[in-house]
């Protein structure tokens, strides 16, 4: 699978996108730098990848996105992106990316309460 690397960045209060990033290290540890109207330097950034992916709504699936699926029951999981291959982690479960009906809830930093609901 091919893909464009592209990143959410998550501040501490707020979610960040864009599709030009630039990173630097400085003495206070990592910056980003989004382009743009707004942008502003963001102080240790936590990086989300995207999979690859995207959802029944058509929407990018990112590292940290908590999901929604069913197969036997529904299941809520916590997207992990290994650069070997793409998996949705459920618990302890790996499930590739041969399943369907996957709709995104949220993320596990702008949504912590979803990680109750995780199964």
């Given at each position: 699978?091919t893909r464009t690397?592209?990143?959410?960045?998550?501040d501490g209060k707020?979610?960040?996108?864009?599709?030009?990033?630039?990173?630097?290290?400085?003495?206070?540890?990592?910056?980003?730098?989004?382009?743009?109207?707004?942008?502003?330097?963001?102080?240790?950034?936590?990086m989300l990848e995207?999979?690859?992916?995207?959802?029944?709504?058509?929407?990018?699936?990112?590292?940290?996105?908590?999901?929604?699926?069913?197969?036997?029951?529904?299941?809520?999981?916590?997207?992990?992106?290994?650069?070997?291959?793409?998996?949705?982690?459920?618990?302890?479960?790996?499930?590739?990316?041969?399943?369907?009906?996957?709709?995104?809830?949220?993320?596990?930093?702008?949504?912590?309460?979803?990680?109750?609901?995780?199964?």
């Amino acid at each position: 699978m091919t893909r464009t690397p592209k990143y959410k960045i998550w501040d501490g209060k707020t979610m960040h996108q864009s599709d030009n990033i630039q990173l630097q290290f400085s003495t206070d540890g990592w910056i980003a730098l989004p382009y743009g109207a707004n942008a502003e330097i963001i102080h240790n950034p936590i990086m989300l990848e995207f999979t690859g992916l995207k959802d029944e709504n058509g929407k990018m699936i990112f590292e940290g996105d908590v999901l929604k699926y069913e197969r036997e029951k529904k299941k809520i999981g916590i997207v992990n992106y290994n650069n070997k291959y793409v998996c949705y982690m459920f618990g302890n479960d790996e499930i590739g990316d041969n399943i369907f009906n996957i709709e995104i809830l949220g993320n596990i930093y702008e949504n912590p309460e979803l990680l109750k609901e995780e199964k």
